[in-house]
């Protein structure tokens, strides 16, 4: 099953503004709207990819691509769960 991503060219001038944003994206993710964030703004990626990491259930993978535009990627996968017997 292919990836569903967001995609958004914001920028912001603080960590503080990216990390709210980054609140708010981690939110829809978790509640499987899509399973990754595409942006231009590193400080986005950075906050959301430790955001993401606090929940248990998410494997958090990073990605920066430097062609003509760089791009930073943050997207998730389940982990699977553990049977009770191990």
Known sequence: MPLRWKREDIL???L???DVWADSIG?????RLYDGYDTRDYKIAYALAFRLAEVNEFRVHTETT???DTR???WVSLLQERSSNS
């Open 72 to 74: 930073y990627k943050v």
């Open 16 to 18: 503080y503004e990216a």
């Open 12 to 14: 912001f001038d603080s």
């Open 66 to 68: 430097i062609n003509n």
């Open 27 to 31: 939110n829809e993710m978790y509640a």
